[in-house]
């Protein structure tokens, strides 16, 4: 069957970034201690829909967490096509490390300034601005779905309700909005996290043959696993796009009550692992497991391990559909071929690959390595190309090739 060349919807650009700027003034951190959520965030995004004629699904998944979907039919047979985003930011951490407000959302420079500017409230802009730009412009083949998900900065909780949907087994492919530096992003790190509890006996701080201490215990568990680490990274090197393994200790507390002079009864210690296919998750917590076990015979403080979250690597062919759709939009948009690359972290394609099946690619605008640091920003014009492009790559996708206009 032969495509029908079709002249590429124009998006309201000043629209988009006026949304964008929006969006970063919201502070969208899950922060219990100050009971917040990204609730504002999410009612933006459906308010913004609304604004374009769009029916969104708002969906309270629990307390304040709210999935905000919306599905634009074409009009004719076709492909189902998810845009994906979230709706949360990371917390701006000590404001006094930002040179400027970090929801001020400003622009300078060329660049908008601010929390969530790159991770990842430009790419929900871009999303929707795009999919409004195709829905305007009249009929086409098959279904968009539009999904600004909760939570995808702690456990995924909408994108794992999402996957269990009904609508998620429709879907055919997802391309996942998430800042990569204008890299088509085809395999994700997995991500293993881990909580690990020593209980040892309380004595005072001068007689410590009295106790036994979970924080000397924990300090030789963290040192063997750090040898533990190295071994894996040796045993599978170091992959293309994703680099090395890494088994990273993030949090660590001793006792309920802090006092000097006490030996505290009990410990913990928190790893992010970030593994590479061909890892096995249940072989690394097997590991750890034994190695705390072999610091119990030595010390006497007994261990739990215990699995938060587990997330596993993705992949997929550069010949995906999906993959293609991407690829060749780049080329039309931006006259040149987009790098492969891999996503350091994990993103919600994760869950919506593992749980529902969906094949994801990741790209998105904003610099891969500025997310969850002090004075994030995104260039303007970073965020209008990624748009532009998703309206050629979601054209493609759907069975269409689109053209520049002119």
């Keep these: 069957m032969r495509h029908q060349a079709v002249t590429r919807p124009r998006i309201d650009h ?31 995004v459906a308010d913004k ?22 599905i634009l039919d074409g009009g004719q047979p076709g492909k189902t096509l998810m845009f994906e985003g979230h709706t949360d930011v990371v917390t701006e ?24 500017s790159a991770d990842m409230k430009s790419g929900v802009a871009a999303m929707l601005f795009a999919t409004r730009a195709i829905v305007d412009a009249g009929p086409f083949p098959g279904r968009i779905v539009v999904g600004a998900l909760c939570d995808e900065e702690g456990l995924m909780i909408g994108a794992k309700h999402f996957a ?50 979970p924080i000397v215990a924990l300090g030789r568990l963290q040192r063997d696993i750090a040898v533990y680490e190295s071994r894996l990274q040796a045993e599978h090197g170091e992959h293309p796009h994703l680099g090395l393994p890494y088994v990273t200790p993030t949090v660590f507390h001793a006792g309920s009550v802090v006092q000097m002079n006490v030996i505290p009864s009990d410990a913990l210690m928190t790893l992010d ?101 002090a004075d994030e920003f995104v260039e303007v014009q970073d965020m209008i190309r990624h748009a532009d492009v998703y309206v050629a790559a979601a054209l493609n996708f759907l069975g269409q090739i689109a053209t520049a206009e002119g």
Aim: one cysteine or more.
């Design 273 to 373: 692992v970030r593994t590479l296919a061909g890892i096995n998750h249940d072989e690394v917590r097997e590991q750890i497991s034994a190695l705390a076990a072999a610091v119990t015979t030595d010390t006497g403080v007994r261990f739990s391990v215990e699995t938060i979250d587990d997330r596993p690597p993705t992949s997929i062919s550069e010949h995906h559909p999906v993959v293609e759709a991407v690829v060749a939009a780049h080329r039309e948009v931006l006259g040149e071929t987009p790098k492969f690359g891999g996503v350091p972290g994990t993103t919600d394609g994760t869950i919506l690959w593992r749980d529902a099946g969906i094949p994801v690619v990741v790209y998105g605008p904003g610099g891969k390595w500025i997310a969850h640091q």
């Design 164 to 213: 269990a949907s009904d609508l998620a087994a429709e879907v055919d492919g997802a391309f996942i909005c998430e800042p990569e530096a204008g890299e088509v992003c085809i395999t994700q790190k997995g991500a293993l996290r881990l909580l690990i509890e020593a209980t040892g006996k309380m004595s005072h701080g001068a007689m410590p043959s009295q106790g036994l201490n």
């Design 14 to 44: 000043s629209g988009l970034i006026a949304f964008a700027q929006e969006l970063v003034r919201v502070r969208s951190v899950n922060d219990t201690s100050m009971g917040t959520t990204e609730a504002d965030a999410s009612f933006t």
């Design 49 to 70: 829909m609304r604004s374009f004629g769009w029916d969104p699904t708002v969906e309270e998944i629990e307390p304040g967490r709210f999935n905000v979907v919306a």
């Design 93 to 116: 951490g000590d404001t006094d490390e930002w040179t400027f407000d970090p929801y001020g959302g400003d622009l300078v420079d060329g660049h908008l300034r601010g929390r969530g």
